[in-house]
């Protein structure tokens, strides 16, 4: 096991920045996960820590070592990657064996390390079948088990799960998991799925166009994400952005006008930094919202409210979609012109397209950020 300290590290492809001077540790032992849009720079961050890509800038360092300069075999880590990589000539022992032997391994140590990493995976009854005759998802784990009886100081995973279906991803999470309970070695994950970063990782590292925006544990980054791209990208749905004005201060609270004759209060810690008239985001997470009975007219007729009594106002607007999902349900609202606005609803909700709903939203749930789109208000969830 290993803990990884990136050192103020810089990548660039001629004069295209990829990575933009990061710094931060991963700890001995942790499940990380790296996740952002497509093209922000997370594969890359990967190779450099590989050893397959060469750093611009900056320092890599695995414990008290600084492998900046070490070739990847030097380095002790084992990547698994994407597409499967397997030789479909060899079976499934073969593959697993294939970099042992090349190692020039006793014979009689690589056949403890595959059957022992087979054994884990739940993959011995298939050592002596070929790829072509594995689904994906075990071709996954033989790629997987290649991986393991290397016995690396860090295991590096590059988007291994977008081939498979649906159910097949989320099981291979969970023996993902399990694998890193059993064998407690450094694991660094890149995805672009958040509800695979959230399932899987001791601690997210979000990346935006080659920085570092925000790392912490899965719920830190959805209890108190720092701008408006983290909120944005942890939670599923995402959540839901209302522009506005602070129209009034109240102590703990600030009355957001949010368009369409309606206001919203906030509570915040701190309300200092927010001046009447100043241009803020409200940040509203679908399941935080409360539906109510269908209401008639215009989103004029939702009713702006004092803050009294916890509550922090109501929006309405005409059901645009209902998604459901068997437990629940995720209604759309078209709302004054800006986007849809969802919230979670009972899967056996009656509401259906073309109705007119009510929306009550709690001030203690609602995210504020300013102009700059860095958050200045995160509700205290429990």
């Not at 993902?176 to 899987?200: C, F, N, P, S, W």
């Amino acid at each position: 096991m290993s803990a990884i300290s990136m050192q103020a590290v810089g990548k660039h492809f001629g004069k295209t920045d990829v990575i933009n001077n990061i710094s931060f540790d991963i700890y001995d032992g942790e499940f990380t996960v790296f996740v952002g849009p497509s093209g922000c720079g997370k594969s890359t961050l990967l190779r450099l820590i590989a050893g397959l890509e060469e750093v611009s800038s900056g320092n890599i360092v695995f414990d008290d070592e600084d492998v900046t300069e070490w070739t990847p075999a030097e380095r002790g880590v084992a990547m698994v990657f994407q597409s499967y990589a397997l030789y479909p000539h060899m079976n499934v022992y073969d593959n697993m064996a294939f970099g042992l032997k090349l190692a020039k391994k006793d014979p009689q140590s690589i056949r403890e390390r595959v059957e022992k990493a087979a054994q884990t995976l739940q993959i011995g009854h298939l050592l002596d079948r070929k790829p072509r005759e594995l689904s994906g998802g075990q071709r996954q784990r033989v790629a997987i088990g290649r991986a393991i009886v290397r016995q690396p100081r860090v295991f590096l995973f590059d988007e291994p799960l977008s081939n498979l279906d649906a159910a097949l991803r989320v099981q291979t999470r969970l023996e993902l998991k399990r694998l890193h309970a059993d064998l407690g070695t450094t694991m660094i994950y890149v995805t672009h799925d958040q509800v695979e970063a959230m399932t899987l990782a001791d601690r997210i590292v979000v990346l935006n166009d080659g920085r570092v925006e925000q790392i912490g544990s899965p719920l830190e980054l959805y209890r108190s994400p720092c701008n408006l791209f983290v909120a944005g990208f942890i939670g599923s749905p995402k959540m839901n952005f209302l522009p506005g004005s602070v129209v009034e201060r109240r102590g703990q609270a600030v009355l957001v006008d949010v368009g369409g004759g309606c206001s919203v209060t906030a509570s915040v810690l701190d309300a200092s930094g927010l001046g009447v008239g100043a241009q803020v985001t409200l940040g509203l997470r679908p399941e935080h919202l409360v539906g109510q009975a269908s209401v008639s007219g215009r989103n004029s007729d939702a009713a702006s409210n004092d803050g009294s009594n916890n509550d922090g106002g109501a929006l309405a607007g005409q059901v645009i979609a209902v998604e459901h999902l068997g437990s629940e349900a995720y209604v759309h609202l078209a709302y004054d012109g800006a986007e849809p606005l969802v919230f979670k609803a009972t899967g056996d909700t009656a509401i259906e397209v073309g109705q007119r709903i009510r929306v009550e939203v709690p001030a203690a749930v609602c995210y504020v950020f300013d102009e700059t789109g860095t958050a200045v208000a995160r509700p205290e969830l429990t």
